[in-house]
């Protein structure tokens, strides 16, 4: 090189360069020296420098943009910048755009022309090509060779500044990243709650493969499966399956490491989870957690590296993270186990209807749960450590009775109906007294079990006047409160399509007929599902779920009905057009809301129902069904309450007839074939990209994504309502769109 650069002015300049980048610490200064020297010297407009990442196979630039510090990475056979670093060959491009490698793409966003371009190959003096660098459109003229050469020469002669603060930086990061993983390993074995940890672990996988999702799954020796924790809770958010399936049974059975880069070409990987859930996932790295007894405890499952698939450092990083927080999987997990088993018993005495009481074996009362201290209308202090006989006295001698044969006798005696005295109350018992003994058969006293029987047979009375059977036994077994009351709810309310014009033609003998044939069938649906029929109204069903007794999936259970009941009447409907008549259709509206709930009507005839806003809501939108050519549409207050996975998209935001606030609704299509409804999935992406575009007021985009799913499914009628809707606004665009529509009718 040095006999190309004759004059003393270049070896000068050279030197300066090697001056100058030797006083630069970091990669980022290094890099803006060479692009200023240069694009100065070259008398170009602009420079650029790429270095070439080894693991990543990607060539990355940095600078500085205000206080932050911006990195561009491209391909490394990306450009004309990855072609001269694969070939090693500096290049003149005397028309950029006239040569195919070059990507316009980056002039169409910065405004900025290329008129041409030098690019030389970054080379140590060993000849390993380590980067590239550019310099774009000369001041005056063209490029020429000697331009090339003195390009050559100046990033040569920078190389090993570049080479040293590479590795410096290469240093520092494997340091901050043992550091960061002892840290981290230290902070996340600390924690012994099972839950816990599991919630740290997954994060901090995640974060240091710079992935999109993690996943824990754990042993079960007892069950043979994998378990996955979801959320914060064990019981009520786990997925379990054999350990033996998928890419995370194979590493548990296997003990190796797989890494997929890419998951739809590996046979052992299952889509179905991505079609469910509309996740596509592209890669896969699944570490087997081995336990210093080289016992396989679970994997640790890592999806969708970004910037591309998962490398060799990433799966060493995975095997030494998990090797490390085994140990604390392990202890948390032997912790988890003892809580549980100690919280199940805890919750068997307090959760029971039942009281419990238990006397020790000189009959003394050692312990009451909530329910019998609730049944005997007592406190902890007036009971616990009090003397038996001392306690059941007067009226409630006979109990203390049946207490001294059973401990004599060490049989078990029952007794029903029995009447006990508290205060100025008489109560009706269910109960049994019970012998305790140790393992060892070692006497340890007597334990009464009472159930309060007194409000189901004050209520015998009064379950005539409601309809629904199933809300008379729980009823009976529950609160004796039949008055008004707030207590949140989902209601369901369901219609039938064009009812008038069926009545027209079936008379009043086969109207009757048909409503009794179909209130059955959909009647069965919702009880099935626990829920309170509430009324009929002429076609029109209103019914309740989470009255008057609430559960944890009060809005699942509703959503299971309408599926159910859609399902049901398509059955029901192929039976009917065996026989030559016409198919029914319907529409069905959720709403979750506090509502008022009790007893309406007269001392002769009462009628349990809900009443609220949230009531009309739900019949507001089994009335939009109609608009939307939907069959099933659910508010967000349902939605976001949903613990079940279904195939649902947004519809729209809405503002009902009557209300100022808007409310997301949307539409579940878990009824749905693939014969009803094709290529689901792949429509509601498309409609959902339709939909933000729609939002944001791009008309065209929004018409485009529509039309595509359109393609995919021409049935899909909501979809030709939006494109509809956006032409109608595009015509006539409104001033201050926020995305809301507002319902005129009911």
């Known amino acids: 090189m040095a006999n190309k650069l004759e004059t003393p002015d270049r070896s000068e300049m050279l030197l300066n360069i090697s001056r100058r980048v030797a006083r630069d610490e970091s990669i980022e200064e290094i890099i803006a020296s060479i692009i200023e020297v240069t694009t100065w010297e070259l008398k170009a407009e602009r420079g650029s420098l790429f270095l070439n990442d080894a693991a990543t196979n990607e060539l990355y630039t940095r600078f500085a943009q205000g206080a932050n510090l911006r990195e561009i990475r491209i ?18 491009i005397h028309d950029a755009y006239s040569d195919d490698r070059f990507n316009s793409a980056v002039d169409q966003q910065t405004g900025y022309t290329t008129k041409n371009i030098l690019c030389a190959p970054v080379k140590t003096l060993n000849g390993v ?16 060779k000697k331009d090339l050469e003195l390009l050559e020469a100046m990033t040569e002669q920078a190389s090993i500044a570049l080479q040293s603060a590479q590795f410096v930086e290469q240093m520092q990061k494997s340091r901050d990243e043992e550091k960061k993983l002892l840290d981290v390993v230290s902070e996340v074995t600390a924690e012994i709650d099972l839950p816990t940890m599991l919630s740290k672990v997954m994060g ?8 999109d999702r993690s996943s824990i799954f754990l042993h079960d020796p007892k069950t043979n499966e994998l378990w996955l924790q979801i959320g914060d809770g064990l019981e009520s958010t786990q ?5 033996h399936l998928g890419i995370a049974g194979t590493v548990f059975t296997s003990g190796e490491t797989i890494n997929i880069p890419h998951a739809y070409a590996d046979l052992r990987f299952n889509p179905d989870f991505d079609k469910q859930t509309g996740y596509f996932t592209r890669s896969i790295l699944c570490v087997p957690i081995i336990n210093k007894d080289r016992v396989i405890l679970g994997v640790t499952q890592v999806l969708n590296k970004r910037g591309g698939p998962f490398t060799e450092e990433d799966e060493q990083r995975l095997k030494a993270f998990t090797a490390q927080i085994s140990v604390g999987l392990e202890n948390a997990q032997l912790f988890a186990d003892v809580q549980n088993m100690k919280n199940y018993n805890d919750s068997i005495l307090q959760s029971a209807a039942s009281g419990v009481i238990t006397l020790d074996e000189d009959e003394n009362i050692i312990t009451c749960n909530e329910a019998g201290l609730r049944i005997l209308n007592i406190t902890e202090s007036e009971i616990l450590q009090k003397p038996a006989v001392d306690f059941f006295i007067g009226d409630n001698e006979w109990l203390m009775e049946r207490i001294n044969k059973v401990q004599d006798e060490q049989q078990t005696d029952t007794f029903v109906d029995a009447s006990y005295q508290t205060g100025d109350q008489t109560l009706s018992l269910n109960g049994t007294v019970a012998p305790l003994i140790s393992m060892d058969e070692k006497k340890l006293g007597v334990m009464v079990m009472l159930e309060d029987i007194s409000t189901e047979k004050r209520m015998k009375s009064t379950m005539s006047r409601y309809m629904d059977p199933v809300l008379a036994d729980q009823l009976l077994e529950g609160d004796d409160n039949l008055g008004g009351e707030e207590k949140k709810a989902t209601i369901l309310f369901s219609d039938v399509r064009g009812f ?5 033609q ?7 007929q048909l409503l009794n044939d179909y209130f059955s069938i959909m009647v069965d649906a919702i009880t099935n599902q626990g829920g309170m029929l509430d009324k009929f109204i002429g076609d029109a069903i209103m019914a309740a779920f989470g009255l008057p007794f609430s559960t944890d999936d009060d809005e699942d259970r509703a959503l299971r009905a309408s ?10 409907n192929e039976v009917r057009a065996e026989n030559g008549l016409p198919p029914i259709d319907m529409g069905i509206g959720l709403n979750t809301d506090t509502v008022v709930s009790g007893n309406i009507g007269s001392p002769k005839r009462m009628d349990y129902t809900v009443i609220g806003d949230g009531v009309n809501l739900a019949a507001r939108l089994e009335s939009a069904c109609k608009q939307y050519a939907a069959r099933i549409l659910v508010s ?10 279904y195939r649902s998209r947004e519809i729209d935001r809405v503002i009902v007839k009557g209300k100022t606030e808007p409310v997301g609704i949307y539409e579940v299509l878990d009824f749905h074939t693939a014969e009803t409804f094709p290529n689901v999935m792949e429509v509601l992406n498309y409609f959902k990209d339709g939909l933000e575009k729609y939002r944001a007021g791009d008309w065209d985009p929004a018409i485009k994504s529509f039309k595509e799913g359109q393609k995919l499914n021409s049935k899909d009628y909501i979809t030709e309502m939006y494109i509809d809707r956006c032409q109608s606004l595009k015509a006539d665009p409104p001033k201050d769109w926020d995305g809301v529509w507002v319902m005129t009718s009911k």
């Open 506 to 512: 079936l008379g009043a003998q086969g109207t009757v």
């Open 129 to 144: 090509t380590i980067g590239s660098a550019e310099v774009l459109n000369k001041k005056s003229g063209r490029f020429t």
């Open 75 to 92: 391909h490394n056979k990306s450009g004309i910048a990855g072609s001269v670093f694969q070939s090693g060959v500096g290049e003149i």
């Open 500 to 504: 008038t014009t069926i009545t027209e």
């Open 204 to 211: 901090e996988a995640t974060k240091m493969l710079n992935a």
């Open 239 to 243: 997925i379990r399956f054999p350990n």
């Open 636 to 645: 967000e207050f349902t939605h976001s309450n949903l613990k079940g996975v």
């Open 563 to 572: 599926i159910d009941m859609i399902t049901n009447l398509w059955e029901w």
